[in-house]
């Protein structure tokens, strides 16, 4: 798609007159229930609203940033001022990425729905920067390494609590370890992850790096490494500790990553 800047403004506005008919007249007549375990990944995909409502870890007022910027006063800080967490609003009609594999797409919702959101907080930028969001690319991305999760699994990164609730949930599942690198973001966020996900009360915590983790744990033939801690979808790819490991281990998932043991 040519970016609408480089575009005329007669031209601009043809293209978003097209977008507005491709999502009320095509997409919006076969929008689907969202099931977290079922729907299927689409190049264009349409949600009925109503069925999307990700768990939220705080109550806080849903709020609509402009240019998807969120705004430290419109969230909660955490005790060290470092994490924000907000419920942001997504105007219906507007479009989300969504991913599997190499397949890229959007996905759209028939009326307005609320995005759980984690950011960082940078003192030298008013801008905080997100690590996450529970919307569908996120779980859709996450689905492999729960297929794969039995036994004792370990999880790299505390993320927002959804996949490790899922984890939990699991029968086949009989030890779940979180490793996190940030203490502030675990003193924080674990209390509300096991309010609002019962199934992650018995979940044993470590403070560090899941990687020298995964590199010294004793029970390493018969675990499950689940990595979610790359800032970006693919990440692992390029990351050549943890590609050394997953060579060396016989059960390891890494968030994006091309190839699955």
Not at 50 to 60: G, I, Q, S, V
Not at 93 to 121: H, S
Request: proline share 7%; aromatic share 10%; hydrophobic share 40%.
């Amino acid at each position: 798609m040519i970016p609408m800047f480089l575009l005329s403004q007669g031209m601009a506005d043809a293209i978003e007159r097209q977008e507005k008919d491709f999502f009320e007249n095509t997409l919006v007549p076969n929008a689907e229930a969202w099931d977290e375990d079922k729907t299927k990944f689409r190049d264009s995909l349409c949600l009925k609203a109503k069925t999307f409502k990700p768990e939220r870890l705080f109550d806080t007022p849903a709020v609509k940033p402009k240019e998807y910027i969120v705004d430290p006063k419109q969230g909660v800080n955490s005790p060290c001022g470092k994490f924000l967490y907000c419920n942001r609003i997504l105007p219906r009609g507007e479009a989300l990425p969504i991913r599997q594999g190499r397949r890229r797409g959007r996905v759209f919702f028939t009326g307005d729905v609320t995005i759980p959101v984690l950011a960082e907080v940078n003192s030298r930028s008013d801008k905080p920067k997100v690590w996450m969001s529970l919307t569908p690319a996120e779980i859709l991305t996450q689905r492999r390494g729960l297929m794969l999760a039995t036994g004792r699994v370990v999880i790299g990164g505390l993320g927002m609590g959804w996949f490790l609730n899922k984890v939990c949930e699991k029968p086949s599942v009989t030890e779940v370890v979180v490793v996190e690198r940030s203490t502030h973001l675990m003193d924080w966020l674990r209390p509300r992850i096991e309010k609002t996900y019962p199934a992650t009360t018995k979940v044993k915590y470590v403070a560090g790096d899941v990687l020298e983790f995964m590199a010294v744990d004793t029970d390493q033939d018969e675990t499950r490494y689940l990595l979610d801690i790359w800032p970006s979808y693919g990440d692992a790819v390029d990351d050549k500790t943890f590609q050394k490991l997953k060579d060396r281990l016989p059960h390891v998932w890494g968030w994006g990553d091309s190839v699955v043991k």
